[in-house]
């Protein structure tokens, strides 16, 4: 009776969960996980700190962006038309784009490469072409709902990163000491994985997924309320029935809380174990040059033995065929709105055409791009340029809505949340300013 009553409490508190859960698994793409496993190579347990910086800065921003969502029920882009310059969109689009088109030509080609891993007699470019395929499958014909039931699904592959540090045997001393205790090397090398670390975390795609995701879950049951006002007659029915929808915003308002800071701990916690694996098993054996997340996967099973290399290497396949369908969703969001083309997840392939064939284009592109002479590694540096460019200017927008009683009314931000957000703008424009430093 117990087991049972168990059982049916996680189901429930597993359906509540949606997009926070969603967006800060989908964080942790294959291109996330080489640069964790690049921060543990090269500075073993060094920067597992910046985990413990992230996730607050990381869950104030996404709270805003789901919180405008709710509240405005449109996407991040439509927001943008109706409350801001022209300049700015355009400014976005210019930046976002190319950078989300790199970012994932970087995930299928790591896909592809582990892949390749497991079934050596496969090339990676058939194993890449596959889950490409699989990805367009997936996204087009599968409905929005069952698409999200299957990424939520899909969220549990990160928990094997957790495991895999206990295949490592960490000094748990030594992993408190560098958690809490900061430790900042003053030159290149450190500064450029620090910038990467926090690039890959708060990055402006899940700013636009989170805002868009959220509009759609509360569209609906926002627009049955107020069909039960229209239908009311009287002075006190219609108070009675404002109090009511009050109310039920605050509420949807919680639950969407505890889905983002659930979901952005995930996201941290992966980054931690990733950090502290690699970092055990592979700086502490003298192996500090990881360039791509396959050779994290090899580097481990000599080194942390067979378990955490299938583990590290399934996992890998898991967060791209979650982070994809965000990423690609993202940028045909963001296209579709700045142009006014009608469509989105909800929609068949024949009533939203454009929105799809952005969708395909930009998994074409990716598919494309590291067939093109252009490596994933280079692929991810300069997405980390373009995404450092636009992540203080997109925070200074959200910041600002977030702020603004017009659209926002009564559920604009705290001052704690502000806090959290001006902390976040400055710490991403510092690494904006280190990233281009860095270049001359």
Not at 256 to 269: A, C, I, K, Y
Request: aromatic residues 12%; proline residues 3%.
């Amino acid at each position: 009776m117990n087991s049972k009553g168990t059982s049916s409490k996680l189901t429930k508190f597993f359906k509540v969960l949606g997009p926070g859960l969603v967006t800060g698994a989908s964080d942790d793409d294959p291109s996330g996980i080489a640069t964790y496993s690049q921060a543990g190579a090269k500075f073993g347990l060094t920067t597992l700190w910046v985990a413990l910086i992230t996730f607050p800065l990381m869950a104030a921003i996404q709270e805003m962006c789901a919180r405008i969502g709710i509240m405005t029920s449109v996407g991040l882009t439509t927001t943008l038309k109706k409350h801001y310059s022209r300049f700015l969109l355009y400014l976005m689009l210019l930046f976002s784009v190319p950078a989300i088109v790199l970012n994932i030509g970087a995930d299928i080609a790591g896909m592809g490469a582990v892949a390749n891993l497991l079934l050596p007699s496969v090339s990676p470019i058939i194993f890449s072409v596959a889950f490409t395929l699989l990805l367009l499958v997936m996204i087009i014909y599968l409905p929005y709902q069952k698409m999200v039931a299957v990424l939520k699904y899909l969220c549990l592959s990160l928990l094997l990163y957790i495991a895999v540090p206990f295949f490592t045997h960490p000094d748990w001393w030594q992993v408190a000491r560098r958690t809490f205790i900061p430790t900042i090397h003053f030159n290149k090398d450190f500064i450029e994985i620090l910038v990467a670390l926090l690039g890959t975390t708060i990055s402006p795609y899940l700013f636009f997924w989170q805002v868009t995701m959220e509009a759609k879950d509360v569209k609906s049951s926002r627009q049955l309320f107020l069909a039960r006002r229209r239908i009311l007659k009287n002075e006190e029915d219609h108070t009675v029935a404002h109090a009511k929808e009050k109310n039920f915003m605050s509420l949807l308002i919680k639950k969407m809380q505890l889905d983002v800071n659930l979901g952005m701990l995930l996201s941290n916690l992966v980054m931690f174990f990733i950090i502290l694996a690699t970092g055990t098993a592979l700086f502490g054996h003298g192996i500090s040059q990881i360039d791509t997340v396959e050779q994290a996967a090899k580097a481990l099973q000599p080194v942390a033995g067979d378990a955490s290399y299938l583990v590290f290497t399934v996992g890998v396949i898991g967060t791209g065929l979650l982070a994809i369908p965000v990423l690609s969703g993202s940028l045909s969001y963001i296209v579709s709105e700045t142009f006014g083309w009608k469509g989105d997840l909800d929609k068949k392939f024949f009533q939203a055409k454009s929105f799809y064939i952005v969708i395909i284009i930009s998994l074409m592109l990716g598919l494309m791009i590291n067939y093109w002479g252009l490596s994933p590694i280079k692929a991810l540096f300069y997405t980390a340029i373009l995404y450092g460019l636009t992540s203080p200017l997109l925070i200074g927008i959200v910041l600002h809505i977030a702020n603004n009683k017009k659209i926002m009314k009564t559920h604009t931000n705290s001052r704690l949340s502000n806090g959290l957000g001006f902390a976040t703008l400055i710490v991403m424009t510092a690494a904006a300013v280190a990233l281009i430093w860095l270049q001359f």
